[in-house]
């Protein structure tokens, strides 16, 4: 196998903006692959064309480009000469050590002066392979795809596909701040951000020393699985709990949780614009807890110049939770920490809270002082791309 073709779904609809979606693709996946043994990353028609080096660590290259947005699905393929002989004598090579299965042969030509219709190559290899092999062919529903596809001056055979992440390629949306708490929400909202081509700023509040550094950690973790994503990452830790201890002893019980994220929002709204992004994003889902109803929602807004976006608004908790299990965060997210949203929490948080309790209460703090105190003694880390994973890729056995 020469090379992994990569095929793409949403960015051919991009009309006259398409080449520059597919080349910042281009661009992210030679990234991706760098110093794996990648010899070139070429755009080839409709799809693009990763060109492996001898030495190439193809389980390393597979690992990352699972992860890569803007991939639809990808294959490990065969470049061969572009005539029936050698299409032929490929396929008939892969195929001859696999177990016998349904069967059925695509091809796809993109090549309109290849000689034969695509529909007489499939016939004309499936022939080959039912005589060769014994394999019974299933035009509706095969165990086992065989691929073919022909462009100009080649041709790509190969059996199955994986599928890849789908989306828009990391960069093309520009840049937004993901307030992350180490949850099972915060990181799957981010991740759907991170799939609309976005990418994240993320900016943790934590209450040390007043508690552990066990929530910081597990943030660290987490955004070390969502960096697989979007290849480098950063994370800001804003110390949060003096800010807390202050409201504490100033605001009324109910209404602490409201303020605690109007704070939020406004020290996540200053570092948002010095990273350049104009968008604040986060896990809340309506109704999920007290500050979550949408009168506190549209209070806890007002206080960023920002848009919010809730990307999860409408989601329940099973479908969240699958999700997280899938991006591979909600292993992470169930362990035990010592959140700041738990510290210092009312038993009975206000769930409408009304704009005259919020500005008499915040009246009553030096809020400028609080949020320049927390920016002060916020750290900011620069997180790269982990290694690929260790395990073995995934058999390729999507259609």
């Not at 065989?146 to 599928?163: L, N, S």
């Not at 109704?287 to 206080?303: E, F, W, Y």
Request: hydrophobic residues 45%; charged residues 25%.
């Amino acid at each position: 196998m020469t090379s992994f073709v990569l095929h793409y779904q949403e960015l051919a609809l991009k009309g006259r903006n398409r080449p520059w979606f597919v080349e910042r693709l281009v661009r992210n996946v030679r990234e991706a692959c760098h110093g794996l043994g990648v010899a070139e990353v070429r755009p080839l028609m409709g799809r693009i064309e990763v060109a492996l080096a001898p030495e190439a660590d193809r389980a390393a290259i597979a690992d990352r480009l699972r992860h890569l947005f803007g991939i639809a699905n990808f294959s490990l393929a065969a470049r061969v000469a572009p005539s029936m002989d050698a299409i032929a004598a490929e396929v008939l090579q892969q195929v001859a050590g696999l177990p016998s299965s349904t069967f059925r042969v695509r091809v796809a030509r993109a090549d309109k002066g290849f000689p034969a219709a695509s529909p007489d190559v499939e016939r004309e290899l499936g022939a080959l392979i039912r005589t060769r092999c014994g394999w019974p062919v299933d035009l509706s529903n095969p165990a086992r795809v065989v691929h073919v596809e022909i462009v100009p001056g080649a041709a790509f055979c190969y059996v199955g596909k994986e599928p890849g992440q789908g989306g828009l390629p990391t960069g093309v949306s520009g840049r937004v701040a993901c307030l992350l708490s180490g949850g099972i929400d915060s990181p799957v909202a981010a991740w759907r951000l991170m799939k609309r081509g976005c990418r994240a700023l993320f900016i943790h509040f934590h209450a040390y020393p007043i508690v552990s550094t066990a929530s910081q950690e597990k943030v660290r973790r987490l955004v070390e699985v969502l960096t697989r994503y979007q290849l480098q990452s950063r994370l800001v830790l804003v110390p949060f709990g003096e800010l807390q201890r202050r409201l504490v002893v100033t605001v009324d019980a109910p209404l602490r949780v409201v303020l605690y994220r109007r704070f939020m929002f406004r020290i996540a709204d200053r570092m948002a614009w010095r990273a350049g992004a104009r968008v604040l994003v986060t896990g809340e889902a309506v109704g999920q807890v007290a500050s979550q109803t949408l009168d506190n929602i549209a209070m806890i807004d007002d206080a960023s110049r920002l848009t919010v976006l809730r990307p999860l608004v409408g989601m329940d908790k099973e479908e969240i939770t699958a999700e997280a299990r899938r991006i591979g965060t909600y292993e992470i997210s169930i362990l035990p920490d010592e959140d700041c949203c738990q510290v210092f929490t009312p038993k009975h948080p206000v769930t409408r809270a009304r704009v005259e309790e919020i500005e008499r209460a915040e009246a009553s703090l030096p809020a400028q002082e609080l949020v320049e105190a927390a920016i002060a003694g916020a750290v900011v880390e620069d997180v790269p791309a982990p290694p690929p994973s260790a395990q073995p890729p995934t058999p390729l056995t999507s259609r």
